[in-house]
């Protein structure tokens, strides 16, 4: 594992899920608000405790960071739902490979052996030199045969392109599936960060609100705060340790889900790397887009390409009414050894050639509806297969419009949310600044504790959110590094 592990992760910054050919804008990347470097409250936070539910065990070979395209191409080397889908492929590629080899002739040999024992004379010999037994033939035979198709209308050479298709066909839905993988992978690594994210998020948010809260009874305790100013704390804080429990749950999920994706077992230490400079597509309009999917989307060209091979698949059904001319030439040779048969036609016998030269005619005249059923099946296949890429050409085009209005709104939304972000820190500052000098209630107060909790986790969830339909809009046009 740690060779195979090590030679994956050397051939990792090949195989990123960024297109060469999309111009790129650096963008820094802003970084969420997370909790001082404290030890991690252990999971629940509150409650009984399951320490064993977040333990992740080191694995041997197995690296404990990754980048999103070492991330990748793990999960291209050992992931088992693709070891499957390349194992179909295979299978595809190999009946390629027979198809090709019709054109040449088909050789076979065989040989035979016989010993016959008698105990009794030869029948018909009266000579007293005839042997009365026991006595021992021995045949020998060997030959070959070498056949030919001289002509069949082409018949072969549309097998071969039918099955050419196919494979061209099939090498491009491996390669969507590829890009699949990537694409889930790299949702799959975002969203441990984002909910890693959330975790530290909530966790800070429950310590202010616990520092509040303890305010909150020295000014009970001073006189100057009444006891449902307590309670008002108490509900905020308790409301802001139920979403910590929750977002570790939701954590130890992902990490999980992560994992095995790549194809190991839930428990291993195998976690994202944290968020480097993010890279915004330079994103051109709608029919730039489309333009580029319908010659980049793996999807649509494994579609046309299936209807090429059902085209195929029809002229080769129809071939079938064509005679075929076959020639064939037989060499054999053979002896007898026989004791009762002087020589030389007997013990010691010379080896007997023969040649035999054939040429065979095959017309199809009446096979019971066979040949008329290959040609409807193949006219069906290829009117499915043709109504299968207007469907595909369809779907390429709602998804890259979808995947272009995500992407704006995506960040268009960021920004919005940062913006609120911002604006729900200022104002919890003011609030606790009023409530210190009397101007806000304790009401004010935990409101603005309640905004900036939802704007803290309404910001998390659009930075990464950013990030996943950037991921999305190079998937629905195609646009990938990977090679299979």
């Known amino acids: 594992m740690r060779a195979r592990l090590a030679g994956i992760l ?52 197995v690296p404990p960071h990754v980048s999103l395209e070492q991330a990748i191409a793990i999960a ?15 299978e595809i590629r190999a009946a390629y490979g027979e198809a090709k080899q019709k054109v040449f002739p088909t050789i076979s040999a065989s040989g035979a052996w016989q010993s016959a024992k008698s105990i009794t004379s030869e029948p ?21 045969t ?53 975790v530290d998020a909530d966790e800070q948010l429950v310590r202010e609100f616990e520092v509040e809260e303890d305010a909150v009874r020295a000014e009970i305790r001073n006189g100057t705060s009444a006891l449902s100013a307590l309670a008002e704390q108490e509900y905020e804080t308790a409301e802001a340790r139920g979403e910590l429990v929750t977002a570790q749950g939701n954590a130890i999920s992902a990490q999980a889900s992560f ?10 230490q195998i976690v994202p790397e944290p968020l480097g400079p993010d890279q915004y597509t330079a994103t051109p309009t709608y029919a730039k887009s489309l333009q580029q999917a319908m010659l980049l989307r793996p999807d649509y060209l494994s579609a046309q390409h299936t209807v090429m091979s059902d085209q195929d698949a029809l002229r080769y059904a129809l071939l079938a009414r064509v005679p075929t001319v076959t020639g064939s030439y037989t060499g054999e040779t053979s002896r007898e050894v026989n004791p009762v048969v002087p020589p030389p036609f007997g013990s010691g016998a010379q080896w007997t ?16 509806g066979t040949l008329w059923y290959n040609v409807e099946a193949a ?35 960021f920004i919005e949310d940062q913006k609120g972000l911002s604006a729900a820190q200022v104002a919890m500052q003011a609030a606790q600044a009023s409530y210190k000098v009397g101007v806000d209630t304790i009401l004010d107060l935990v409101t603005a504790e309640g905004n900036l909790a939802t704007a803290q986790s309404t910001y998390i969830t659009a930075l990464y959110s950013v990030r996943v339909a950037e991921q999305n809009y190079l998937y629905q046009l195609g646009v990938s590094d990977l090679r299979l």
């Open 76 to 90: 291209v080397a050992i992931a088992p739902t693709f070891v499957s889908e390349r194992a179909a492929y295979s």
């Open 146 to 198: 070498i056949s030919q198709l001289i002509f069949d209308g082409g018949a072969v050479i549309t097998a071969i392109k039918e099955a050419k298709e196919t494979d061209i066909a099939g090498r491009y839905t491996l390669l969507y599936q590829l890009d699949t993988l990537a694409y889930n992978v790299a949702n799959a690594y975002y969203t441990v960060l984002e909910d890693k994210a959330l």
């Open 10 to 61: 050397a051939l990792a910054s090949f195989l990123s899920p960024l297109a060469a050919q999309a111009q790129s804008i650096p963008v820094p990347t802003p970084v969420p608000t997370i909790a001082p470097k404290t030890t991690p409250l252990p999971y629940p936070a509150y409650g009984p405790q399951a320490p064993d539910v977040e333990l992740l065990i080191p694995h041997k070979g």
């Open 379 to 413: 006219k069906y296949n290829l009117q499915e297969a043709q109504a299968n890429l207007a469907e595909t050409k369809l779907t390429v085009e709602s998804d890259v419009r979808s995947a272009l209005a995500q992407l704006y709104s995506a960040r268009a939304t």
């Open 124 to 144: 018909g010999c009266y000579s007293s030199t005839c042997p009365r037994g026991p006595y021992t033939i021995i045949t020998e035979d060997g030959s070959y």
């Open 259 to 268: 994992a095995t994706m790549l194809g190991f077992d839930a428990n291993a």
């Open 353 to 368: 050639p023969s040649e035999t030269l054939g040429l065979s005619v095959s017309l199809p005249i009446y096979d019971q």
